[in-house]
């Protein structure tokens, strides 16, 4: 079996695909790609056995077949080579690989690609077709408040509920929780699934925006079909809590600030603040809110004013910097608001003014208890 292929394309659509490799796999076969030829096509996979992701480009070939080839080896020798047509001569009686060039040639001994896991095939599948753009934004907007732990595997990824309606995308750890809805892309029928958090990298990695991506789901497994790449995923099985029962109703303290404002005024403060708790403290006095830290370890504090607007009754709240500075980082909007019931309550945090009428977001976050 040989083959000719630019050699700049060859690393583009592996590196494309490179981020599926791990070095802790249980399975030797997976530190390879496994090559596919048929009629001048080839189509390159990786996979963990939880994610799949393939590419296929054109070539120059003489016949089909398949083989398996050590990754980081082929990468490693791609990135030190200029561009120029690369061919492959694979003998199929001994897995040899030589790759010959302008001014040289290297061997190295690939692996019956019949060995390589196939990807599950998925049957009665239900699908939706969408933006890269919503796609990508509904996983900025929402993958910084997955969790990480490992007795609540539910968490660690994205929850995707598919409505004929809408499409929304919950994340959360516990401590905060961001839902992020569409009203522009919809299904056919009501499905939901939880996505898990290298499958969603991977697509935020891949993904130009303007692309159309098709998103076919069953039980257990998820394919994300976009420009000649296809990813394959294993869901995370297990019940999603409910989140719409922690998102309080009753917030009658209001108040609304500039984002650039309080983002960079917590920033300051938040260096002050206890290394443990990274808490900060809003106390809003009429039109004044005060922001403020210490570390009483240390003897370290800090306090900042800033103007703002408010609605309800004075009050003070501390919440984990970090979280909150999560949550301001990913919001567009120019002012924000920040919801609140009572100092023991989650706050919640949304846009002042809806840039976009098709997207709702809405961010919540535990506060931390105020050491008197």
């Given at each position: ?35 596919e ?51 492959f ?71 995707c ?5 809408d499409?929304?995308?919950v ?21 939901s ?25 069953t ?39 500039d ?31 005060s922001?403020?830290a ?15 607007s ?21 919001i ?32 919540l ?8």
């Amino acid at each position: 079996m040989n083959f000719v292929v630019s050699s700049s394309s060859l690393l583009k659509n592996l590196q494309t695909i490179s981020g599926v490799l791990t070095t802790s796999n249980t399975l030797p076969i997976l530190d390879n790609f496994l090559f596919e030829i048929n009629d001048n096509a080839l189509t390159v996979s990786a996979s963990d056995l939880e994610t799949t992701m393939k590419t296929t480009f054109d070539v120059e070939a003489n016949k089909s077949g398949k083989i398996c080839v050590p990754a980081k080896l082929l990468l490693d020798v791609l990135k030190n080579l200029p561009e120029q047509p690369l061919t492959f001569t694979v003998s199929m009686d001994n897995f040899s690989i030589e790759i010959s060039y302008t001014n040289g040639k290297s061997k190295m001994v690939g692996y019956n690609g019949d060995d390589f896991p196939k990807a599950p095939e998925l049957k009665k599948t239900e699908h939706t077709v969408v933006t890269g753009e919503i796609i990508s934004e509904a996983i900025n907007k929402t993958l910084f408040a997955t969790g990480n732990d490992d007795l609540r595997p539910v968490m660690s990824g994205v929850f995707c509920q598919l409505t004929p309606e809408d499409m929304t995308f919950v994340a959360t750890d516990a401590h905060k929780l961001v839902r992020y809805k569409r009203t522009d892309s919809k299904a056919s029928g009501n499905s939901s699934f939880i996505l898990p958090k290298k499958a969603l990298n991977m697509l935020r990695n891949n993904l130009k925006g303007e692309e159309e991506v098709k998103i076919e789901y069953t039980d257990s497994n998820a394919v994300f079909t976009f420009n000649n790449t296809e990813l394959t995923c294993r869901l995370i099985d297990g019940k999603y809590p409910n989140y719409e029962a922690v998102i309080p109703n009753e917030n009658p303290n209001v108040l609304t600030v500039d984002r650039n404002s309080i983002l960079s005024s917590i920033k300051r403060v938040s260096i002050f603040a206890n290394k443990t708790t990274h808490q900060v403290k809003l106390k809003i006095t009429g039109s004044e809110l005060s922001i403020s830290a210490e570390d009483v370890d240390f003897s370290n504090e800090a306090n900042e004013r800033l103007t703002c607007s408010y609605e309800g009754e004075d009050m003070e709240i501390g919440f984990n910097s970090r979280f909150i500075l999560e949550m301001l980082n990913n919001i567009d909007t120019e002012e924000i608001k920040i919801m609140m019931s009572q100092p023991n309550r989650a706050g919640l945090i949304l846009p002042a003014v809806a840039e976009n009428e098709n997207e709702d977001i809405l961010m919540l976050v535990m506060p931390v208890m105020l050491n008197r």
